[in-house]
């Protein structure tokens, strides 16, 4: 199964969904046409389903170790890295498995892409979840790679950096 596109599909479609959710909601004192496009819409956003929301389902109850398939979508979704409703508490419920596995070479490279990605753009509330995983995934370059990010000319790159080498062990 191809869990990227499935992962960017929801994504796009659950931002569609929401941005026409907030539409609507701002003209919904208007008229009762309003009112009822607002309505639709927000039983729309609530009735979308994904057979991602299934599948972090199954990694949060039985777990990852003993199933590549739910392991590839583990990695998947950490690599997309969705922005979405609930994406972040998805994340966040799906790290910790990750703790439990011995990790691939190319495992390892898809979290610390994410990490320096997060660094380099924003550090959303799960940002912390994900720099938990940084003794897991540690080596010289990417070492290497923190330390420059870490004496970075803009100022909230360097913070987050800072943040993130904190959880190096030395």
Do not use: W
Not at 5 to 24: K, V
Not at 42 to 62: E, G, H, M, N, T
């Amino acid at each position: 199964m191809d869990y990227l596109e499935l992962i960017t599909t929801c994504e796009r479609d659950l931002n569609a969904l929401q941005g026409a959710l907030h539409a609507t909601s701002e003209h919904r004192t208007k008229s009762a046409n309003h009112r009822e496009q607002c309505v639709r819409a927000a039983k729309a956003f609530r009735a979308y389903d994904s057979p991602i929301f299934d599948l972090v389902d199954q990694c949060r109850r039985f777990g990852i170790k003993n199933a590549p398939e739910l392991r590839a979508f583990v990695f998947a979704y950490i690599q997309c890295d969705p922005y979405f409703y609930r994406s972040g508490y998805m994340l966040e419920q799906l790290l910790p498995k990750v703790k439990q596995l011995s990790l691939s070479e190319f495992e390892k490279a898809v979290i610390q892409r994410t990490i320096l990605k997060r660094i380099e753009t924003k550090a959303l509330r799960n940002f912390r979840h994900l720099c938990r995983l940084i003794h897991y995934v540690d080596d010289a370059p990417f070492r290497d790679a923190l330390r420059a990010r870490a004496n970075s000319s803009d100022p909230q790159m360097r913070r987050r950096a800072k943040f993130a080498l904190a959880y190096l062990s030395d």
